[in-house]
């Protein structure tokens, strides 16, 4: 099929951490909006093969998409923004690249080429931006390269967009990010670091068809003047991204500065139907004007840096517009939590959430706060993890099996009610080999959960390695834990519930990774509205 996608590149210029994602996503979210099929990819220029095996310290959470890709957590907000699902052909990293190249390479591909940057790397980063657009499957295809312009690592892929630029002719244009710094003393914007960033990117041959500048203040007419003077560029394609309250204001600021119009423009495409926001609209309205309050206790050991619970706390803020209630999270380090200091932290607690998580660290914090929900009758979910210390809690301090773990933290436990997983047993690399991606789980008639869900098959995301062990199932049901969700090809457990609590889940799998702002996601949405319920009933 011929390929007439168009490819827009957004790149970043000056710093990082500017939020090309979520520019990224908010112009997809306009196009797609007048109608067009649109998807985002993100090249990472990194040499691991895929962030799976980063510390969230590093990049924050690893997204995990339908086919079990570990990706950047960028594809969760191109999800959350379009509604649409990516896959791992929509992360693409420099090792991933070089580790193909290579591969050809040995398997006798180039037989008597010397392989090198220019044009082998570059051409395999070239196969991979056109791979989505390719399928025929989009109009637009909108390429966001990591990192930031003049770093060694980016060489390659400026080098593959400029040459792409060329290759595609009126099919390509350059989106190009950037900081427009605020001198509190001098009272100014400056525009000179982004005039030096664009000439970075033109000592590359790469022309930026629009500026997007991020801002603490608005751009004066002046500024944009001389921004578009210094840059080659008209005054329309320089576009002001000021600082906004939630990242779901972000596509209606673009329309406004007319982001949608300067690219279909450029590409010749119609400007006159408007893009239809209304839904995007009223989950803003709902989010900005909330009728209700509650606090929310997320326990986890990365919360020093809450982009390792970046999906968690994005489905939250779904949860939070859908019922209309101010969702205030307090975040809690599971390493500083013990049972003298339990009631202090959690007592104006509506709601605990326990995190998701790998390693020892902070283990006994968490398990002492599924224990205090547990009690307290507090609405409780815990994802993956978490669910885990909610089977050893009950293990534990219900059961009264004293010594009960998770083979993870304690293989010589004598009850390893969490065990690793039969497949997981002979492995040994580390990357990509965890229980990942959609699996199928069917709920139990008339279940708690099966009606949060409002269905009895549901399919969610995993990653991980460690497992509900089956052979305490009757104890664990026996003693009041219920087992409502399992896998029904290997049988895993996949959900816990408590009897006699008001709202108790634990679930195996990442709902987290679900969530989107056009369709919020069930069990995040009823945690929500059971932590409003234990509000009203613990409030005088
Ligand atoms: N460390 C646990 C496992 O591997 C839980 C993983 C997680 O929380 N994502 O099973």
Known sequence: MADTCKYIFVTGGVTSSLGKGIISAS?????????????IQKFDPYINVDPGTLNPYEHGECYVTEDGAETDLDLGHYERFLNSPTSQANNVTTGRIYSNVIDKERRGDYLGKTVQVVPHITNEIKRRVKLLGKTGNF???????????????????IEAVRQLRWELENRAMVIHLTLIPYLRAAGELKTKPTQHSVKELLSSGIQPDVLVCRTEHTLTDDIRRKLALFCNMKIDSVIESIDADTIYDVPILMQKEGLDN?????????????????????????????????ELCLVGKYVELPDSYKSILEALTHASSD?????????????????????ALLKNANAVLVAPGFGERGIEGKIEAVKYAREKKIPFLGICLGMQCAVIEFARNVLGLEDAHSAEFKSSSAHPVIDLM???????????????????????????VSKVYGSNTIVERHRHRFEFNNAYLDDFNKGGMTTPGRNPDSELVEIIEIENHPWFIGVQFHPEYKSTVAAPHPLFVNFVAAAANHKKATSK
């Open 422 to 448: 039969e497949e997981q047993k002979n492995i040994s690399d580390k990357g990509g080999t965890m229980r990942l991606g959609a699996y199928e789980c069917e709920l139990q008639n008339n279940s708690p």
């Open 262 to 294: 300067v690219v279909l423009r450029r590409f010749e495409l119609p400007t006159n139907n408007n893009p239809d926001l209304k839904k995007w609209k009223a989950f803003l309205h709902n989010l900005k004007n909330p009728e209700k309050e509650i």
């Open 323 to 343: 019922q209309k209630t101010k969702v205030n999270i307090n975040l809690i380090h599971s390493e500083n939590i013990t049972s003298k200091n339990i009631d």
């Open 139 to 157: 109009d637009f295809v909108i390429t966001e390269i990591g990192g930031t312009v003049g770093d060694i690592e980016s060489l390659p892929y």
């Open 27 to 39: 112009l997809a979210k306009l196009l797609q909006a007048r109608g067009y099929s649109i998807t």
